[in-house]
T-cell receptor, first 113, second 114 residues
Framework: GENVEQHPSTLSVQEGDSAVIKCTYSDSASNYFPWYKQELGKRPQLIID?????GEKKDQRIAVTLNKTAKHFSLHITETQPEDSAVYFCAASRGNQGGKLIFGQGTELSVKP | ETGVTQSPTHLIKTRGQQVTLRCSSQSGHNTVSWYQQALGQGPQFIFQ???????GRGNFPPRFSGLQFPNYSSELNVNALELDDSALYLCASSLGGLNTDTQYFGPGTRLTVL
């Protein structure tokens, strides 16, 4: 069935370092890949997304790369700050109507001052 | 913050009872999706409503049912509650069209089943 694997489950970095979270999806028809940040007790917040016709997208300190052949996509956060500490979820969907999101298991990122 | 709202914020029920959760979509969005998020896990897709019709369903039993109204707000109903139904229930709204499927989440309803 459809599945998204996310690694690592926990990640601890020093402030200013980079953080990388990786996801692999199983459904080759997936064409939309969002990333959400969820702080404790809060809603998942969309931070960046990418579609299958693009290999890389960047928004300030956040970037996402997609390798469709390998069915692999990654989130890169540079110059991490303590406020980046949260749980990050990757997801994949076929997009368009009925595009249910299949989520990874989440990565708990801790940025130490 | 997104324009997606949910009510109630918290709810405590006992096994066997029924519950109704509500979601108001962001202005202009005609698609609402519901997810169940157990503690420490990623959200799991329950179902999606597009223009008042169910438009996809995840691996949840029939006691999970839903509704979407003409103003695109939505309800999630769960009958015969079980202990494992305890979770955060999230709804997400989207525009529902080609390349307009970005989903924006509400704050969730925390359901506890005793």
């Amino acid at each position: 069935g459809e599945n998204v694997e996310q690694h690592p489950s926990t990640l601890s970095v020093q402030e200013g370092d980079s953080a990388v979270i990786k996801c692999t999806y199983s459904d080759s028809a997936s064409n939309y890949f969002p990333w959400y940040k969820q702080e404790l007790g809060k809603r998942p917040q969309l931070i960046i997304d990418i579609r299958s016709n693009v290999g890389e997208k960047k928004d300030q300190r956040i970037a996402v790369t997609l390798n469709k052949t390998a069915k692999h996509f990654s989130l890169h956060i540079t110059e991490t700050q303590p406020e980046d500490s949260a749980v990050y979820f990757c997801a994949a969907s076929r997009g368009n109507q009925g595009g249910k999101l299949i989520f990874g298991q989440g990565t708990e990122l801790s940025v130490k001052p | 913050e997104t324009g997606v709202t949910q009510s109630p914020t918290h709810l405590i029920k006992t096994r066997g009872q029924q519950v109704t959760l509500r979601c108001s979509s962001q202005s202009g969005h005609n698609t609402v999706s519901w997810y169940q998020q157990a503690l420490g896990q990623g959200p799991q897709f329950i179902f999606q409503y597009y223009r008042e019709e169910e438009n996809g369903r995840g691996n949840f039993p029939p006691r999970f049912s839903g509704l979407q109204f003409p103003n695109y707000s939505s309800e999630l109903n769960v009958n015969a509650l079980e202990l494992d139904d305890s979770a955060l229930y999230l709804c997400a709204s989207s525009l529902g069209g080609l390349n307009t499927d970005t989903q924006y989440f509400g704050p969730g309803t925390r359901l506890t089943v005793l």
